[in-house]
T-cell receptor, first 114, second 115 residues
Framework: KNEVEQSPQNLTAQEGEFITINCSYSVGISALHWLQQHPGGGIVSLFMLSSGKKKHGRLIATINIQEKHSSLHITASHPRDSAVYICAVRPSENYGGSQGNLIFGKGTKLSVKP | DAGVTQSPTHLIKTRGQQVTLRCSPKSGHDTVSWYQQALGQGPQFIFQYYEEEERQRGNFPDRFSGHQFPNYSSELNVNALLLGDSALYLC??????????????FGPGTRLTVT
């Protein structure tokens, strides 16, 4: 079983819809990252969070440390949001964590239709 | 600020050959991490370099080696290439200790194809 699980694997939405992508993890963590990857490969960091909630424009990320679960929400989705969204966790020290050792989920491929 | 840059963009090699990939970190960053991303999978951590030394390593064989130079740029070397080494290789850099120490900035990646 992967240490980081994302759902759904694929998601198709109509422009304007509210989108939720979920991430569950099984290790203790010091931080969780949400990343965006466009075709061609480049990865952009959207959020890094260790508790609570963060908002940036139409994107909202939440995390529940006790339940080992995080969600990424996109409000008023747009075709330019189409990308792969990846959840990655940084294991805490007692799980062998360090600055570099991110564990990634397989990603959620989002397609937003006009 | 050019951000994290990687070269080359694409590369085709033959099984058994050796390859060197290069990464220049974002200005002001001193730590470089390398990841391998197979098609349809999330990235896997290869290793991390700090102060010209390998600080941590993931579950990759010794065929994968690296180097960091005094200007913080880094190389990833893969010897005796296998078909399974075909992947996107991502480099990420991080700033020195501080509020953003755990943030990682990714480069565009090098797409390696082994035939």
């Amino acid at each position: 079983k992967n240490e980081v699980e994302q759902s759904p694997q694929n998601l198709t939405a109509q422009e304007g819809e509210f989108i939720t992508i979920n991430c569950s993890y099984s290790v203790g963590i010091s931080a969780l990252h949400w990343l965006q990857q466009h075709p061609g490969g480049g990865i952009v960091s959207l959020f890094m969070l260790s508790s609570g909630k963060k908002k940036h424009g139409r994107l909202i990320a939440t995390i529940n440390i006790q339940e080992k679960h995080s969600s990424l929400h996109i409000t008023a989705s747009h075709p330019r949001d189409s990308a792969v969204y990846i959840c990655a966790v940084r294991p805490s020290e007692n799980y062998g964590g360090s600055q570099g050792n991110l564990i990634f989920g397989k990603g959620t491929k989002l397609s937003v239709k006009p | 600020d050019a951000g994290v840059t990687q070269s080359p963009t694409h590369l085709i090699k033959t099984r058994g050959q050796q390859v060197t990939l290069r990464c220049s970190p974002k200005s002001g960053h001193d730590t470089v991490s390398w990841y391998q991303q197979a098609l349809g999978q999330g990235p896997q951590f290869i290793f991390q370099y700090y102060e010209e030394e390998e600080r941590q390593r993931g579950n990759f064989p010794d065929r994968f080696s690296g180097h960091q130079f005094p200007n913080y740029s880094s190389e990833l070397n893969v010897n005796a290439l296998l078909l399974g080494d075909s992947a996107l290789y991502l480099c990420a850099s991080s700033p020195p200790l501080g509020p953003e120490h755990y943030e990682q900035y990714f480069g565009p990646g090098t797409r390696l194809t082994v035939t």
